[in-house]
Every structure is written in structure tokens, then in C-alpha cells.
């Protein structure tokens, strides 16, 4: 069966402490791993497409990274304004839906 | 284009009670998805609509959910008798089918209390 873990669930960082996020799947066949960003009371927001192993993604502080088992999201430096919940999917070959995992719910203090 | 819009963004309603949200797509999108996720969840795929054929449907979707998406654009969701495990945020997305980045973008979410 198709399935995303995400870990931690939980991650508490000081401003400028860079860290990352795990998101590990097992799927039939993989058509795109995604990011997103979700804060309190709104949909999730867009950030990353990945697509084969060894890709790479950056955007501001956050870089992207996929293997053929995990993506990690690493944020450097991060500010309190990156504070939210961080949510990966993957989609799967055959359909255009996708699996979520439960997400990292990351607070950044100042 | 004011991105994915949702309507209403909270409703509460007594059990037993016929509940409809409607969505309104990016217009050039031609892929459009209902997702459902509770507190602490990440968003479960319900259904998605290609134009206006509905090509999937999830096991979640019981008998007292239908959608539909009437001429390719807007979509509706309807939740029949409603039941306390309802309650959810129920979250619209679209995409195109033509290339890009294939990601979705989301709508705000419909915030459903059944009391």
C-alpha cells in the first residue's frame, strides 16, 4: 500500500538554528513528490515539485532534496515568519491524486 | 485570477442536516479536487473531476457525499444527513493538465461543524 511518513511531528527551533524535515515513502510507482506549507485556518500553499532522485529544489531558506525512499526539506536560518505546518504528498502513477503525509508542525522562536 | 475559492469558509450545522459547499477553480485549470482533513491530519484526496468527468472517487466518498462539476467549471460537494464525524475542513484544489509544475494550488478550505 501507498504510504508518506513525515518526521518529526513536532520541531521547535530557535531563530537562525537550521534543521530538517523527513518525509519517507513507499509507493508502486512515483509521478512527483511535493512540499507544502500550511498555516492555522488555510489551505495548504505550494512550494516544491520533485521528481527523480537527486534533485534538488531551493527557495529562499528552504532547499528540497529526494532520494528514491525520502525527501528532506532543510530551512537554514530560519525566521519566525517560517512558522507552520510543513506538508509532503506523493502522486502515483495511473492517477492524479495524492497521498499526504500528517506534516511537520514547525515553530520557529525569536 | 484570485486563485481557488471556497464558499461558505465556515458552516455549522445539526446533525441529520443536508450541508453544499461550492468551489470555484483557477478559470484555466482544468483538473479540479476535493480533499478533506481533520485536526492534525494531513488532506485526504475525496474526488477529482477532469473538465467536467469525474475520474476517481475515493472509498471515503460514502453514499451521502456527491460532487459534481457541471460544465467544467465550478464544483459543488454535497453531504447528505450529516453525522458529527463530518466535521472537517474540506479543502478544493486545481491544476492544469497541460505541463508546468503539476502541483495543485488550494482553495482555503470550507470548515464544516455538525453539532
Known amino acids: 500500500e501507498d504510504q508518506v511518513t513525515q518526521s518529526p511531528e513536532a520541531l521547535r527551533l530557535q531563530e537562525g538554528e537550521s534543521s530538517s524535515l523527513n518525509c519517507s515513502y513507499t509507493?508502486?510507482?512515483?509521478?512527483?513528490l511535493f512540499w507544502y506549507r500550511q498555516d492555522p485556518g488555510k489551505g495548504p500553499e505550494f512550494l516544491f515539485t520533485?521528481?527523480?532522485a537527486g534533485e534538488e529544489k531551493e527557495k529562499e531558506r528552504l532547499k528540497a532534496t529526494l532520494t528514491k525512499k525520502e525527501s528532506f526539506l532543510h530551512i537554514t536560518a530560519p525566521k519566525p515568519e517560517d512558522s507552520a505546518t510543513y506538508l509532503c504528498?506523493?502522486?502515483?502513477?495511473?492517477?492524479?491524486?495524492?497521498?499526504f503525509g500528517t506534516g511537520t508542525r514547525l515553530k520557529v522562536l525569536a | 485570477d484570485t486563485g481557488v475559492s471556497q464558499d461558505p469558509r465556515h458552516k455549522i450545522t445539526k446533525r441529520g442536516q443536508n450541508v453544499t459547499f461550492r468551489c470555484d477553480p483557477i478559470?484555466?485549470?482544468?483538473?479540479l479536487y476535493w480533499y478533506r482533513q481533520t485536526l492534525g491530519q494531513g488532506p485526504e484526496f475525496l474526488t477529482y473531476f477532469q473538465n467536467e468527468a469525474q475520474l476517481e472517487k475515493s472509498r471515503l466518498l460514502s453514499d451521502r457525499f456527491s460532487a459534481e462539476r457541471p460544465k467544467g467549471s465550478f464544483s459543488t460537494l454535497e453531504i447528505q444527513r450529516t453525522e458529527q464525524g463530518d466535521s472537517a475542513m474540506y479543502l478544493c484544489a486545481s491544476s492544469y493538465s497541460g505541463g508546468g509544475n503539476y502541483g495543485y494550488t488550494f482553495g482555503s478550505g470550507t470548515r464544516l461543524t455538525v453539532v
Open positions: 520533485l521528481y527523480s
Open positions: 509507493v508502486s510507482g512515483l509521478r512527483g
Open positions: 478559470s484555466e485549470h482544468n483538473r
Open positions: 504528498a506523493v502522486g502515483t502513477s495511473g492517477t492524479y491524486k495524492y497521498i
